[in-house]
C-alpha cells in the first residue's frame, strides 16, 4: 500500500513540475509586444536658459560665480550666481529675442561671455560652456609714509619678463592697506566696440575697486608689441555691470624701450589699452558630417556634443606676442581654441493640440497606439579660415579650423514610435 502512495505520489509531483516547466516556457517566448495604452500628455514645461561655468584650465566647476544675462540690446534680464556645481539657469518662457548674451565673471577670475541661442518653438536654449582663466592675483601692503610696489606676471607681453607693475608713492593712502593687481589675458575681457578693428593691447584688474589716492599711482603696462616710444594711449576703464568701456581721462604713454607703458591714475578699477589690429580672415568652404540628436518623450534632460577649433600662425614680419595673437583671432572669429560644447534639450515641449485627445497622446497621421518624442537634431559642420593680422609694425599669417554644432531644423521635430507596430519610428512631424 506504501508503494502505491509513494508511486501515486511521485506521478503528481511530475505533473506539477511539468505543469511549471510549461507555463514558464510560454510565459518567456518571444513574440510581439501587445499594444500599450497611449500615454497622458506631458505637462507643459519652461524655455530653461542653462549652462556651466568652468575653469579654463582644468575644467573644474567655478561655483558662485556671478552671471548676467542681458537682451541684445543690453538690457539686463537677470543676476544670477552658479551652484556648487557651477551651474546656472534662467526661466526664459516669457523672451521674445532668439539670442541672450551670459556673461560670467567671479574674484580671482577673467571675464567671459558667450551667446544663448534661442529656439522658441523647439523650447530650446542653447550655449557653450563658459571657460574662465584664473588670474594670477599680487598684492602688497601699502603704508602711508613708503608706498609700495605690486608686481604681477603677464604672459601676453613681448617678453614674458615683462610684468604688470603698480608704483604707489608716499603719502599716496591715508592708512596702511593691501592693494592687488592682475594682468587680464585679452581674450577674456570684453572687446571695445570703437571700430571694427579695435582690440584690447594690455588690461589689469586693480583692487578693492574703487580706492581713491591722494598722489598719482603709477601703473606700468607691458605690451603685445613693440611700439614707438612717446607713443600714447587713452586709458579706458571697463564697467564691470555693463561690459562696456569709458574714457577714464588718464593717458599712458610708451617708454624708451617701446615695450611697455606708463599711466598715472587716481583710482582703482579695470583698466585697458587699446589699439586696432587689422584681419584679413577668410572662410573656406563649410563641409557638413552626419546628424545626430537627442530625444525627450516627457520630462528633462540635455545632450552635449563635443567640437575642438585649432589655431596656427605662421610666417609675418615683426614682434609680436603669441599668446596674446591667439586671443585676438579667437575674439575676431568668436570660437574657443579648445574643446568646446554645445548642448541640446533641455525641457519636453507643449505637446500641440492636434497631436493631444482629451489628454492622451495621439497621432491624426498614423493609426493605432504610440506616443510622441521630440527629437533634438544637431549636424557637425567644419569650415577652414585663412588669411592675416596685422598691427603697428607687425602681420602673421593665420591658419584656423573651426568646428561648430549648429540645430539641424530639416530634422528636428516631433517623432511618433508606433506601439503595435514593432515600435517604428516616423517623423518629423
Known sequence: MKNKISTFVIAISMMLVGLIVFSSCDSSRVGPDLPQPNPPVPPAQPLIVSGFVKDLADRS????????????DATVLTIVLTDNNGKYAYDASNVTESALTVAAAKDGYAFKSETATIFKSENLASITDILLAKLTVASAPITVASGGTI???????????????????????????????????AGQ???????????????????????TFMQPVTITFPLPSTQT???????????????????????????????????????????????????????????????????????????SFS???????????????????????????????????????????????????????????????????????????????????????????????????????????WYWTSHDQGGVVSGPY
Do not use: C, M
Open 189 to 211: 575681457i570684453p572687446q571695445p566696440t570703437t571700430t571694427a578693428n579695435t582690440v584690447v593691447e594690455s588690461a589689469g584688474q586693480f583692487g578693492p575697486s574703487g580706492t
Open 307 to 413: 567640437a575642438t577649433n585649432t589655431y596656427s600662425a605662421t610666417g609675418g614680419s615683426g614682434t609680436v606676442s603669441d599668446v596674446w595673437l591667439k586671443d585676438i583671432v579667437s575674439k575676431k572669429l568668436e570660437v574657443d581654441f579648445t574643446t568646446s560644447t554645445f548642448t541640446v534639450g533641455g525641457n519636453f515641449p507643449t505637446l500641440p493640440a492636434a497631436y493631444q485627445n482629451n489628454g492622451v497622446q495621439a497621432n491624426p497621421n498614423v493609426a493605432g497606439k504610440g506616443n510622441w518624442e521630440y527629437r533634438w537634431y544637431v549636424l557637425k559642420q567644419t569650415t577652414p579660415t585663412t588669411g592675416t593680422v596685422s598691427g603697428t609694425g607687425w602681420t602673421r599669417n593665420i591658419s584656423v579650423v573651426k568646428e561648430k554644432w549648429i540645430n539641424d531644423t530639416a530634422l528636428s521635430g
Open 229 to 303: 616710444a612717446g607713443k600714447t594711449f587713452s586709458l579706458l576703464q571697463l564697467n564691470e555691470q555693463l561690459g562696456t568701456y569709458t574714457n577714464s581721462g588718464f593717458t599712458a604713454t610708451v617708454d624708451a624701450s617701446g615695450t611697455q607703458a606708463k599711466a598715472d591714475v587716481l583710482h582703482f578699477t579695470i583698466y585697458a589699452l587699446t589699439e586696432d589690429a587689422t584681419a584679413n580672415l577668410v572662410d573656406g568652404t563649410t563641409t557638413s558630417g552626419s546628424s545626430d540628436y537627442y530625444g525627450l518623450a516627457s520630462g528633462s534632460g540635455t545632450r
Open 151 to 185: 608686481t604681477t606676471p603677464s604672459t601676453q607681453s613681448t617678453s614674458t619678463t615683462q610684468p604688470l607693475t603698480v608704483s604707489v608713492p608716499p603719502n599716496a593712502v591715508p592708512a596702511t592697506i593691501t592693494l592687488t593687481a592682475a594682468a587680464v589675458p
Open 61 to 72: 566647476s567655478i561655483p558662485g560665480a556671478s552671471i548676467k544675462i542681458s537682451k541684445p
